[in-house]
């Protein structure tokens, strides 16, 4: 073992006559300790938080969607075709995308919907839809049995087998809790499409069976959505065979930015692709922000529990100025003193260091798998506070406390070598 480094291990651990400055040394790597815990646990509860929001986002939307300019696509299955032969695209989907207002018969003031025509036998291959679905019957109670994407049907005309059936739909679950209606009531769907009576002009109303509720877990997603199925869409805003967009699916979201390219290289003009993360970019944007702001801000915590360090040393140099200049009198160099003083230092930041990061990700771990903060998911889209780290935020962490730790040690152990060791020992 170097003899710096013997030194400065008897210096931390040997008992010495001057407490004080073995409580400043504990006090520097409880700091160290308590920056780090803090740190990893805020990095990864704004992981967990964000990665659970995206996760929802994604789930209860295409990955990417893609548009015919200002128009309505006609050629839905070549466009389909042309998109799948892309490689990582999964599958796609034809969608309606329309606005309406639908009410109930003991809420008739309204809500304002955002209507989506579905193929059903295409849709779950997009979107989780049919995942919301179950999630939602399995909070309610009496569910009875389970609800399907098949039970969206379109209008039946009298004249069809087993007589006139009315239109399904799905609700949000939100939206049906705020209409006050369940699974096999009826809700009214009102667009802004007039009607002409004898008596006025009239908006186009029409009478719809709940046949299920969707839980993205997102509440701007379940406050306004309303699931139809294409033909009945088609058909209620006048569309005839034509849909508004694509759905797309792709292999890997890490990549959706060159998914997105390839799609629209594919199509090429007159065609208009945008991806899932690019449509809320200003809200991906905001956790981003606020993940900086938490490391920035905890990190302090880091910085002043490293002043610690500096404070240690330079009273640890003060009273070892007799060893010193013993030290360099018999033949050790300023740069030996200097690394003594150092490695100290650096000892304190690896010690707080590393129980900061055992603790940090043993707390971690624990909220995270037991769930011990509830949260109301009405208010804060997640029913627990979600704890996820990752291992470079992780690594991030240890670099940047070892780094500040070793920073703390150059001054003092710069003075330390400075030394003149006649001027150390004539005191003595």
């Known amino acids: 073992m170097p003899y710096e480094l013997f030194l400065a291990l008897r210096y931390l651990l040997a008992k ?173 769907l009102i667009i802004p499409q007039v009607r002409l009576s004898p008596f006025s002009v009239q908006p186009k109303s029409v009478r719809y069976e709940v046949a299920g509720l969707a839980d993205s877990g997102f509440y701007d997603f379940d406050i306004s959505r309303v699931y139809m199925h294409i033909q009945e869409a088609q058909r209620l805003y006048g569309l005839g065979d034509q849909v508004n967009a694509v759905q797309v699916r792709v292999e890997s979201v890490l990549e959706l930015d060159r998914m ?29 922000l606020e993940k900086l702001i938490a490391f920035l801000v905890i990190g302090l915590i880091i910085l002043v529990a490293a002043l610690n360090i500096i404070s240690t040393l330079i009273l640890m140099v003060m009273e070892k100025v007799r060893d010193i200049g013993t030290l360099v009198s018999m033949g050790a160099t300023s740069r030996s ?52 780290l990752r291992p470079l935020e992780f690594v991030l962490t240890a670099v940047v406390s070892l780094g500040i730790s070793f920073l703390a040690t150059l001054y003092p152990a710069w003075r330390a070598s400075r030394l003149d060791p006649v001027e150390a020992l004539q005191h003595e």
């Open 16 to 188: 010495r006559k001057q407490t004080f400055l073995s409580l400043i040394s504990f006090i520097s790597v409880l700091g160290i300790t308590v920056g780090v815990t803090a740190l990893i646990i805020a990095l990864s509860l704004a992981t967990g938080f964000q990665e659970d929001i995206r996760g929802k986002i994604l789930g209860a939307n295409a990955h990417i969607t893609v548009f015919a300019g200002s128009s309505n696509l006609n050629d839905v299955e070549s466009v389909r075709q042309a998109v799948e032969e892309v490689e990582g695209v999964l599958a796609s989907a034809p969608i309606i995308l329309e606005k309406g207002l639908i009410v109930s018969d003991l809420n008739p003031q309204g809500y304002a919907a955002v209507v989506r025509g579905i193929d059903p036998e295409l849709q779950a291959a997009v979107t989780d839809l049919q995942v919301d679905l179950e999630r939602a019957q399995a909070d309610s109670v009496g569910s009875g049995l389970l609800v399907t994407l098949d039970r969206l049907r379109p209008a039946q005309p009298a004249g069809d087998a087993g007589g006139p059936r009315s239109a399904t739909l799905f609700l949000g679950v939100d939206l049906a809790d705020n209409l006050r209606v369940v699974v096999g009531d009826s809700v009214r």
């Open 260 to 288: 997105r390219r390839a799609v629209q290289e594919k199509l090429g003009e007159g065609y208009w692709a945008t991806d899932l993360l690019r449509q809320n970019r200003s809200f991906f944007s905001a956790l981003r």
């Open 337 to 388: 003193v200097m690394s003594l003083f150092m490695l100290q230092g650096t000892l304190i930041g690896i010690a707080g260091t590393t129980l900061g990061c055992a603790l940090g990700i043993s707390f971690s771990w624990a909220m995270d798998r037991y769930q011990l903060i509830p949260m109301d998911p009405d208010v804060y889209f997640i029913s627990h506070l979600p704890f996820k």
